[in-house]
């Protein structure tokens, strides 16, 4: 099935720094990734789809500045979160569409734990 | 606005217990209902509805798609502790856009 890689699953950092989440797929092409955000106890939270070869489209509220999302290949996204502060912590999680069984079915990574100090 | 309803938001049970969780919801261009079972880590995949009346099985967890009422049911049958997890509810918007979420069900079984 598909299978898709998130790294690093831990870091933390020191504010005022940027940090690089990568999220690959492994055995299929995703033009489309979505990146979302977890605050402890709660849903998903989506904050851009990361479209390949353009730029990614941000939900309301979510600072395209502060986030960065890069698509370079079909197997590739990532996520910067530049000058990150303490309220920058969070679960960050990658997903990429994926085709199953004729259907579109969403492929999580592991997720991305986020310490800022 | 599109949203994707969940209840119970939490539920604890003892095992044994069949649970009934429902996920409703309203968006445009409807394309599909997912649902994802997350412990500590990723959401992994359960099940994808696309047709009303049509159940999908799988051991003890079971799913079934209303489409004229807009909602869905996971049951889980003899429930065990390692069903402990957030479900989610998932809805696709139409090809090439969005999965909505719901705010997920917290399942705590207990020994």
């Known amino acids: 099935g598909a299978v898709v890689s998130q790294h690093p699953s831990w870091v933390i950092c020191k504010s005022g720094t940027s940090v690089k989440i990568e999220c690959r797929s492994l055995?299929?092409?995703?033009?489309?990734m979505f990146w979302y955000r977890q605050f402890p106890k709660q849903s998903l939270m989506l904050m851009a789809t990361?479209?390949?070869?353009?730029?990614?489209?941000?939900e309301q509220g979510v600072e395209k500045d502060k986030f960065l999302i890069n698509h370079a290949s079909l197997t590739l996204s990532t996520l910067t979160v530049t000058s990150a502060h303490p309220e920058d912590s969070s679960f960050y999680i990658c997903?990429?569409?994926?085709?199953?069984?004729?259907?579109?079915?969403?492929?999580f990574g592991a997720g991305s734990r986020l310490t800022v100090l | 606005e599109d949203k994707v309803v969940q209840s119970p938001l939490s539920l604890v049970v003892h095992e044994g217990d069949t649970v009934t969780l429902n996920c409703s919801y309203e968006v445009t261009n409807f394309r599909s209902l997912l649902w994802y079972k997350q412990e500590k880590k990723a959401p992994t995949f359960l099940f994808m509805l696309?047709?009303?009346?049509i159940e999908k099985k799988s051991g003890r967890l079971s799913s079934i798609l209303d489409k004229k009422e807009l909602f869905s049911i996971l049951n889980i049958t003899a429930t065990q502790t390692g069903d402990s997890a957030i479900y989610l509810c998932?809805?696709?918007?139409?090809?090439?856009?969005?999965?909505?979420f719901g705010p997920g069900t917290r399942l705590s079984v207990l020994p």
């Open positions: 998932a809805v696709e918007k139409g090809y090439g856009q969005n999965f909505v």
């Open positions: 055995d299929f092409q995703a033009t489309t």
């Open positions: 696309t047709s009303s009346g």
């Open positions: 997903s990429a569409r994926s085709r199953q069984g004729g259907a579109n079915v969403l492929t």
């Open positions: 990361s479209n390949e070869g353009s730029k990614a489209t941000y």
